[in-house]
């Protein structure tokens, strides 16, 4: 039971550079989160995607994009990073109507130097 | 825009020790207030609570909603030392929105 799945678990950008992570679920959720976690700030979603083909921001958007590629796999892409972007990052997914529980990946850890 | 505050911030506790953990929510059409544990890693899943009134239990914790005051508590009995971990608390809210507050650091000290 593999639940939802973070590709990488580390990464190490210099400024400017532009990557992608990948998430993808095999529990046939329809709704999937990103966020970024700080410390002492929680859990801040960056973009969500109540459904697949839809996507909206969350409180955090700025120097991020998603892909909802289909209803398995969520990606989020820097396109330039920052250092101000060295965080933890979790996707997380949810069944929207049964109103389950969020289902998180074990996140990457991204330094941007 | 929903927004969940949890008080407080971090406590200090002894084994043995009862400890009560604050959540408050503003949130557009709430689906649900979820409660989870983190130590270093992905966030468990402890509780979710949809109705008004009724206690979840599990063990030693329990949690509890109050939807005309907007808030909710998880309270922990018995406090052990595996107890230590930050405590979220989420509010899934119109079109699946799920926001989260900063978190609650408890440290059960022996």
């Known amino acids: 039971n593999a639940g939802v799945t973070q590709t990488p678990k580390f990464q190490v950008l210099k400024t400017g550079q532009s990557m992608t992570l990948q998430c993808a679920q095999d529990m046939n959720h329809n709704s999937m989160y990103w966020y970024r976690q700080d410390p002492g700030m929680g859990l801040r979603l960056i973009y969500y995607s109540a459904s697949e083909g839809t996507t909206d921001k969350g409180e955090v958007p700025n120097g991020y994009n998603v892909s909802r590629l289909n209803k398995r796999e969520f990606s989020l892409r820097l396109e330039s990073a920052a250092p101000s972007q060295t965080s933890v990052y979790f996707c997380a997914s949810s069944h929207r109507g049964l109103n389950t529980e969020a289902f998180f990946g074990q996140g990457t850890r991204l330094t941007v130097v | 825009e929903d927004k969940v505050v949890q008080s407080p911030l971090s406590l200090v506790v002894h084994e043995g020790d009862t400890v009560t953990l604050n959540c408050s929510y503003e949130?557009?059409?709430?689906?649900?207030l979820l409660w989870y544990k983190q130590e270093k890693k992905a966030p468990t899943f402890l509780f979710m609570l949809t109705s008004s009134g009724i206690e979840k239990k599990s063990g030693r914790l329990s949690s509890i909603l109050d939807k005309k005051e907007l808030f909710s508590i998880l309270n922990i009995t018995a406090t052990q030392t595996g107890d230590s971990a930050v405590y979220l608390c989420a509010v899934s809210g119109a079109n699946s929105k799920l926001t989260f507050g900063k978190g609650i650091t408890l440290s059960v000290r022996p």
């Open positions: 949130v557009t059409n709430f689906r649900s």
